[in-house]
């Protein structure tokens, strides 16, 4: 397993937000954890990267237990995350921002090779790359975000909410993208998600999670094969 949390509960003083939920993700998985808004999905993220501190249980990544460590540790060890809303520097330019993801990380890496291959594979980047990332179309900025987090080759990525605010023709381009990561380069992935149809169509297997408790996992494409699964969960 390259990554098994187990009972992991968070909170903020007294608000609970995430309560006892285990999930695992293996190695070349796609998995998606769904839920609505405030069910505790970019907690959960957060806390997978040391952002924010576990309550109770343990997450261990390749068999190590991480629930400690702090977060550029675990940036170290290969995890990155894409954040909700992609948080790119504005003022600087989409080179600038790719490069402040290989800042002090594993500078063994070939930075031109690997600027290369994520031109490749997403070809507005290299259009755009002299110029301000506040100048890009949402679209556009949450591919800089992924690209910025792939740069330093990590062997986990997460990924909050990307299709958030975005047109569905973008929603379903970006999808594609991770999953041709994930398929054809081998990356393992963790999406948390409110779009669960698009999510699920590109996933192995999901959870879903509900005000802060998982009340389902299974494979994907059975919960969308399952009309009673998808009345339940997914309120279709
Ligand atoms: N920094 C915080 N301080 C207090 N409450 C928070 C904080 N961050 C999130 N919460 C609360 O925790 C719950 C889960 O939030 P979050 O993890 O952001 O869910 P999601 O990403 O699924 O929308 C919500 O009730 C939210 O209001
Ligand atoms: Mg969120």
């Known amino acids: 397993?390259?990554?098994?949390?187990?009972?992991?509960?968070?909170?903020?003083?007294?608000?609970?937000?995430?309560?006892?939920?285990?999930?695992?993700?293996?190695?070349?998985?796609?998995?998606?954890?769904?839920?609505?808004?405030?069910?505790?999905?970019?907690?959960?993220?957060?806390?997978?990267?040391?952002?924010?501190?576990?309550?109770?249980?343990?997450?261990?990544?390749?068999?190590?237990?991480?629930?400690?460590?702090?977060a550029y540790k675990r940036a170290k060890a290969g995890i990155r995350i894409v954040p909700e809303r992609s948080r790119l520097f504005p003022r600087l330019t989409v080179m600038e921002n790719l490069l402040v993801g290989a800042y002090r990380l594993r500078n063994k890496i070939p930075l031109q090779e690997r600027i290369e291959f994520l031109y490749s594979f997403f070809?507005?980047?290299?259009?755009?790359?002299?110029?301000?990332?506040?100048?890009?179309?949402?679209?556009?900025?949450?591919?800089?975000?992924?690209?910025?987090?792939?740069?330093?080759?990590?062997?986990?990525?997460?990924?909050?909410?990307?299709?958030?605010?975005?047109?569905?023709?973008?929603?379903?381009?970006?999808?594609?993208?991770?999953?041709?990561?994930?398929?054809?380069?081998?990356?393992s992935i963790l999406l948390v998600e409110q779009n669960a149809i698009a999510s699920l169509e590109i996933s192995h297997r999901a959870y879903v999670l509900e005000t802060g408790v998982c009340v389902y996992h299974g494979v994907a494409s059975e919960i969308l094969a399952d009309p009673k699964l998808k009345q339940a969960y997914l309120g279709h």
Request: no cysteine; aromatic share 4%.
């Open 1 to 70: 397993m390259l990554l098994n949390a187990q009972d992991i509960s968070i909170a903020y003083g007294d608000i609970q937000a995430v309560s006892q939920v285990s999930f695992h993700v293996e190695k070349g998985e796609l998995i998606s954890i769904i839920g609505a808004n405030g069910a505790g999905k970019t907690s959960i993220l957060n806390s997978i990267m040391g952002l924010v501190p576990l309550k109770e249980g343990k997450i261990f990544f390749d068999g190590k237990d991480i629930s400690a460590l702090p």
């Open 123 to 187: 070809p507005i980047l290299e259009k755009r790359a002299s110029q301000p990332a506040a100048t890009l179309s949402g679209g556009e900025q949450q591919q800089v975000a992924i690209a910025r987090a792939l740069i330093s080759e990590p062997r986990l990525l997460l990924v909050d909410e990307v299709s958030m605010g975005l047109m569905p023709k973008l929603v379903d381009q970006v999808f594609e993208q991770l999953r041709r990561l994930n398929n054809d380069n081998g990356l």
